[in-house]
């Protein structure tokens, strides 16, 4: 609809104002009695010099009867309002759904074109924490938004698997630790030596040293370390993959650091083929002050390798892997910085594709506004809150629906699905608090709210008469203003993919689901479905349409949509 809106006035502007720059000028008005889609005139009028007011009635003017979609036009002020042709459009989108069916929204923008994806990347040998969760998740419906426009998403894990807090991990274990006790729970156990050494660490500068030099045997080679290194990790991976099992995430790569490592002597060689790399203090780095940036430090004086390093070597190899057209990093807004100097150093080195990487900063998940720590032991399980959602989700069943069948499945896909919308609802760069109440909360903007209205209308559609399907529609005068925001909610699906996917913001399509169930209730109160009249293939045609788009929706955010609850 709105393309053809966008063409409409670019042809009745004479091609004056770019396709673009329509699209981006174009609002929805505040009240549905403004009309469906709005044009601005200020742009137009700055550009001419003319009076914005006078314009818009020009515009208008010329507007109506040039574009079938458009069945009304008026300006008000400087603003061009623009009705739709509400049964045509009711028309043309149930038509494209009852072709397309989980299609419908999908776009080809995309196509022949690879996007790579670091997303989740958890550490070895701690929790699993919320921050992961926010990348995993966010990550994750960010991937399939990018994918139903055609692009080709490759996932990967990068696990941080290599560094200076290994080398500490296998200190605190040669110290104090006992092989039998961290079998039993491998990453408490592992979690609270960790702790324990910075405590101690705290008082005792030697510890710094230790951790240093047994990072720096891993780094060499050292059997013992290495063995070590590679039960912490196989267990870490073991309770890992729990969770992405439980989140119904999984991945096209795991490259992690440590497999990275293996190529950073290539790269610190190209660094200094290209005379970019100095020494300062014994350390390898590269100065970025022209770029207004800290240097990158590239290699310490002991000859260990850094976090950025290990990033350079991994995005060269994704380059040249994948041949990327954009390669997305999910991460916390707190490695800004270091997505900077990556970049930064890249290009440096030559690479112009250096600006095809993406940092998909957002926000922190604070517990009582502060920042959860591992190291101060201020951390909340996840495995823990997906249980929990889990639960309350099965007594809500025992509650309301106790012959369901499949209760326990179902029950997972409330829980996790509450779990997820919670972090995705918001906009992603924003903080979040945590708290188990919000999150479990199964009404108002939430996951299960979402879910029942799709198992409502599916149940609806259960108990219909089978009739067939027409491709002409219409209703009863009386019943358009319940159904209008809805038929347009269902029409503006293709649009909200389009831009979720070209701003990275999956909390776009959430916030359009919502208002797009509360439409349907609204739609569902007011109107009686199954009256037996001309007009119920019609009303059948909607119900079927917001069953289709709610579960695609939903699906692209990862979350599952039970036929019943
Ligand atoms: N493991 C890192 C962390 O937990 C995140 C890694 C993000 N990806 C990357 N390529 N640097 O902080």
Redesign the pocket.
Known sequence: MKNEVVQGLYEVLDYRLSQETIETVLETPKYEHLGDIAFPCFELARINRKNPKLLAEELAEKLRGSVPIINTVEAIGPYVNIFYNKKLVMERTLSAIQVGENHYGAHEFGEGKTITM?LS???IAKPFSMG?LRSTVIGNAIGNVLEKCGYDVVRIN?L?DWGTQFGKLIAAYTLWGNEVTVRSNPIQELLKLYIFFHEQAEQDQKLEDLGREWFKKLEDGDVYATKLWKWFREESLKEFQTIYNLLGVTFDSDKSEAYHHDQTPEVVEQLKEKGVLQTSQGAQVVPLEAEGLPPALIKKSDGTTLYTTR?LA?AIDRKNVYNFYQSL?V?GHEQSLHFDQLRAVLSKMGYDWADQLVHIPFGMMLQDGKKMSTRKGKVVFLQDVLQKAIDVAKQNIEEKNATLEKKEEVAKQVGVGAVIFHDIKNDRRNDVDFSYEEMLRFDGETAPYLQYTHARAKSILGKAPNISKKNHYDLPEQEWEAVWPLVKHIAMFPEVIKASAQEYNPSKLAKYLVKLAQAFNRFYTKVHILQEDAYMAARLEMVHAVTVVLKEGLNLLGIEAPEEM
């Open positions: 670091d990347s958890p550490n992961h990068y941080g990033d991994a990093y991460v």
